[in-house]
C-alpha cells in the first residue's frame, strides 16, 4: 500500500501524545539519576563544573563535542573565519581562480597547523593514487586506495607515517587521522571518476584543489569528485533568491543548537552514565530505554551540527555540500540508517549501487551489501566492536529485501490487497516497530559499549517482558505512526 494511507485525524493525536508524555517520562528518569550521581567517583573524568550561572556540573564526556564548540572553538573558528574572508576577497579579485585560490589556503592552514612533512605525505598519497587512475583500471584503482587506507589502520605503518607530523598537540592525532583518511576517500574518489572519463584524464591540480578544500579536508563531509568539480568551476555564480537569508537561518539554527545541547549536558548526563555498569544495572527500565534513545538522537545532532557547520561555509564557496544524516528519531528502515551523508553517498556510488544494479536481486544484494561493510569496517578501523555493527547492519539491510520479497508473493500479496490502506498501515506498522529496535541496539553497540547494548537488550526483551517489553513496542509504535504521518505529509506536498 502507498504511502498517501490516511489514519484518523483523533488517531494521529493519540499517537502524539503518547510519545509526548513517553519522552517526557524517560528523560525524568535520566535527570533524576544524573542529579542523584553527580558525585559519583566514577563520573569525575567526565563530568566536571558547568556553566557559572547553573550552578551544576557539565557531560563533558564527547571529546568530539568538547573539541569543536569549548577546548579549541576559537581555532577551529579562527581557521575557517580565514578560509570565509579569503575566499570573498578572491571571489571579488579574481573569480577565476577561486578554486585554485582555495587550493593555496587550505595547503597553507595545513601546513601552519601539522608542518611541511605532513604536506608532503599527504602529497605522496595524493601523487600515488594519480599515477594509478591514469592506468584506467577500476579495481585496480580500488585496490589501491583500500590498501593505502589499510596503512593508517595496522602497525608498523601508522606509526611511521605519524611521525611525519612536527609537534605535540593535543589535536595532533584527531587532524593526523582526520586528514589522511578523508584524504585517501578523496583520492578514490578522484581515480573512480578518472576511470570514467573517456575523453582524457583529469589534471592533477584538479585533485590537489579538491582534496585542499580546507572545510572538507580535517573533519568531511566527504563530496565525491564529480560533484565537486561541476560546482567549483561553476562560471555561473548568481545566488537564488533567499539563498543567503537562508544561510544565515542556518547558522543561527546551529548556533542555536550547541547552546541548547551544552545546557542539556548540565541536567542529564547521557554519555557518561553508560560508561557506568555498576549503576547502570540498578537503574530503571526506562532510564535505560531512554539513555538508549538519547544516546543516538545526540549522536545524530552532533554530526548535523558538526557537519552544518562546515556545510554553511562551503554554502558561502557556492557548493551544494552532502544533507546531513536523517535524524534517527525518522528511521525504521536499514536502508536509510547512516551517521555521515558523505560517506553514505560515496559508498552508494562506488560499492552498493555499483554492485547491487536495481537491489531487486537477493544474490546480488548479498554480494554489494557485504562489500560496502568491508570498506565501512576499514574506514572506521577493523575491531570486536565495528566488526559486530557491521555484521548485524548487513544481516538487517539484508534482512529487510529478504522479508520484503517473501510477503510480495502469494497469498501474502492479495491479503494486503483485500485490506483497507489505513490497516495495511498499521500492519507494516507492527514489523517497523521491531526494525526499529534491531536499528537501535545495533547502533548503541557502536556509539557506546557492547555490555550496554547487551543490558539495554536484556532488560527490554527478557527481564522486561512482558510489561516493559509491550510499553516500549507500544510507544515504537506510536513513533513509527507519527513518522510515517510526516512522511505522508511531505510527499502530498511536493
Excluded at 333 to 347: K, P, Q, S
Aim: hydrophobic share 50%; glycine share 6%.
Amino acid at each position: 500500500m502507498g504511502i498517501k494511507a490516511a489514519l484518523p485525524k483523533y488517531e494521529i493525536y493519540f499517537y502524539n501524545v503518547v510519545l509526548c508524555l513517553a519522552m517526557f517520562w524517560a528523560a525524568s528518569w535520566i535527570f533524576e539519576v544524573s542529579s542523584s550521581n553527580a558525585n559519583r567517583r566514577t563520573f569525575k573524568p567526565s563530568v566536571k563544573p558547568g556553566w557559572y550561572y547553573f550552578g551544576r556540573k557539565m557531560d563533558t564526556a564527547d571529546f568530539e563535542w568538547m573539541m569543536w564548540f569549548s577546548r579549541f572553538r576559537e581555532h577551529i573558528l579562527f581557521a575557517l573565519s580565514g578560509h570565509v574572508l579569503f575566499a570573498k576577497i578572491c571571489s571579488m579579485l579574481a573569480p577565476q581562480y577561486r578554486s585554485l585560490l582555495y587550493m593555496v589556503y587550505g595547503v597553507l592552514a595545513v601546513w601552519t597547523s601539522m608542518g611541511w612533512t605532513y604536506v608532503t605525505l599527504i602529497l605522496s598519497h595524493c601523487i600515488l593514487l594519480y599515477s594509478i587512475s591514469l592506468v584506467k583500471i577500476r579495481w585496480l584503482c580500488f585496490v589501491t586506495g583500500l590498501c593505502t587506507l589499510a596503512t593508517f589502520k595496522c602497525e608498523p605503518f601508522v606509526s611511521w607515517q605519524a611521525g611525519f607530523v612536527e609537534g605535540d598537540f593535543e589535536l595532533r592525532h584527531v587532524l593526523f587521522y582526520g586528514g589522511c583518511g578523508f584524504t585517501i576517500m578523496r583520492c578514490m574518489s578522484f581515480a573512480l571518476e578518472n576511470c570514467e572519463r573517456k575523453d582524457g584524464n583529469y589534471n592533477i591540480l584538479e585533485l590537489l584543489k579538491y582534496n585542499f578544500y580546507l572545510p572538507f579536508f580535517y573533519f568531511g563531509p566527504i563530496m565525491t569528485f564529480d560533484k565537486f568539480y561541476v560546482q567549483v568551476n561553476r562560471s555561473d555564480r548568481t545566488r537564488k533568491e533567499w539563498e543567503m537569508w537562508n544561510i544565515s537561518v542556518h547558522g543561527l539554527i546551529h548556533l542555536g543548537v550547541v547552546i541548547i545541547v551544552d545546557v542539556l549536558f548540565h541536567f542529564m548526563y547521557i554519555l557518561t552514565i553508560p560508561t557506568d555498569m555498576k549503576l547502570l544495572k540498578h537503574l530503571s527500565d526506562w532510564a535505560l530505554v531512554g539513555l538508549a534513545y538519547f544516546n543516538l538522537v545526540y549522536d545524530w545532532v552532533k554530526a548535523a551540527v558538526m557537519f552544518g557547520v562546515i556545510n554553511t561555509i562551503s554554502r558561502l564557496d557556492h557548493l551544494d555540500p552532502p544533507k546531513p544524516p536523517k535524524c534517527i528519531t525518522m528511521l525504521y528502515v536499514f536502508a536509510e540508517t547512516h551517521f555521515d551523508r558523505g560517506i553514505n553517498d560515496w559508498l552508494c556510488k562506488y560499492v552498493y549501487d555499483y554492485l547491487g544494479g536495481k537491489h531487486k536481486n537477493v544474490l546480488e544484494e548479498l554480494v554489494a551489501t557485504l562489500c560496502t561493510f568491508g570498506v565501512a569496517i576499514l574506514w572506521l578501523g577493523p575491531c570486536k566492536v565495528v566488526l559486530l555493527w557491521a555484521f548485524f547492519n548487513c544481516f538487517g539491510l539484508n534482512f529487510e529485501l529478504w522479508t520484503a520479497r517473501f510477503f510480495s508473493m502469494e497469498p501474502f500479496a492479495s491479503y494486503e490487497m483485500a485490506m483497507s490502506e489505513a490497516m495495511s498501515r498499521r500492519i507494516r506498522a507492527i514489523f517497523n516497530t521491531f526494525n526499529f529496535w534491531s536499528i537501535v541496539l545495533y547502533n548503541v553497540l557502536a556509539l557506546n559499549s557492547l555490555d550496554f547494548a547487551k543490558l539495554v537488550a536484556k532488560r527490554v526483551l527478557l527481564k522486561g517482558f512482558p510489561v516493559t517489553t509491550i510499553i516500549a513496542m507500544f510507544v515504537t509504535y506510536c513513533l513509527i505512526q507519527v513518522i510515517k504521518e510526516r512522511e505522508r505529509t511531505q510527499r502530498l506536498a511536493s
